[in-house]
């Protein structure tokens, strides 16, 4: 089977990008495949911010990331980018904050990286 890892560069408000990505790491593993990681990149580190206000009837985004968490998915942040746009790194939720170094590390390692933008 094969390891993938996964990068998202989009913001929250594109939720076709992470209900595919959410999609395609639930099928994945139920393939067998691993996931080494989702990274966080670009637009998509809002993602990580705790601070939506959304109504009952609307799509919540951290619902799609607790479920893929809860699935042994690790998640990460990327802290330049985070920086870059005003993101509070103590308040990450389920994120880990790491570097382009880490996430170069995991999809060397990986047999494929995916790209969701």
């Known amino acids: 089977m094969a390891s993938f890892v996964l990068s998202l560069h989009s913001a929250p408000s594109d939720t076709d990008t992470l209900n ?20 966080l990149y670009q ?16 799509f919540d985004p951290a619902k799609v990331w607790q479920t893929l968490h ?6 990460h942040l990327c802290v330049t980018a985070a920086t870059k746009r005003g993101m509070d790194l103590e308040r990450s939720g389920v994120f880990s904050v790491s570097g382009l170094a880490e996430f170069a ?13």
């Open 20 to 39: 595919t990505l959410g999609r395609f790491a639930t099928s994945a593993l139920a393939q067998g495949h691993t996931i080494r990681c989702i990274f």
């Open 43 to 58: 637009d998509g580190v809002y993602h990580a911010s705790p601070c939506f206000d959304l109504a009952s009837d609307e």
């Open 70 to 75: 809860e699935q042994g998915i690790e998640l």
């Open 105 to 117: 590390m995991e999809a060397a390692q990986a047999d494929k990286w995916v790209q969701f933008k």
